[in-house]
């Protein structure tokens, strides 16, 4: 059974910090790319950063790059989102997701709200 299991969002004060973790289960997890993504309220989703099957290359959008950093432990099967300098609107579901050709897996998010 596939499973990709969010951890790590919480409510975080401007500025701030969080780290997400995507643990994943059910399938050989270093040979899939990786990356996150976040839906904010009544907003469509949108790609956060990705990560190759290795490790070693990463791409990250406009607004998350010099904030954000995406790393895997393959030995763990898990991927992580480093957020800093945090701003409201990154406010969002943070969610994983798997890649490896046509086959895409899909975690249930965790909610990462970012208030004073």
């Known amino acids: 059974q596939v499973q990709l299991v969010e951890s790590g969002g919480g409510l975080v004060q401007p500025g701030g910090s969080l780290r997400l973790s995507c643990a994943a289960s059910?399938?050989?997890?270093?040979?899939?790319?990786m990356s996150w993504y976040r839906q904010a309220r009544g907003k469509e989703r949108e790609l956060v950063a990705t990560i190759s099957s290795s490790g070693r290359n990463t791409y990250y959008t406009n607004s998350t790059k010099g904030r954000f950093t995406i790393s895997r432990d393959n030995a763990k099967n898990t991927v992580f989102l480093q957020m800093n300098s945090l701003k409201p609107e990154d406010t969002a579901v943070y969610s994983c997701?798997?890649?490896?050709?046509?086959?895409?897996?899909w975690g249930q998010g965790t909610q990462v709200t970012v208030s004073s």
């Open positions: 059910g399938f050989t997890f270093s040979t899939y790319g």
């Open positions: 997701n798997a890649v490896r050709g046509g086959i895409v897996y």
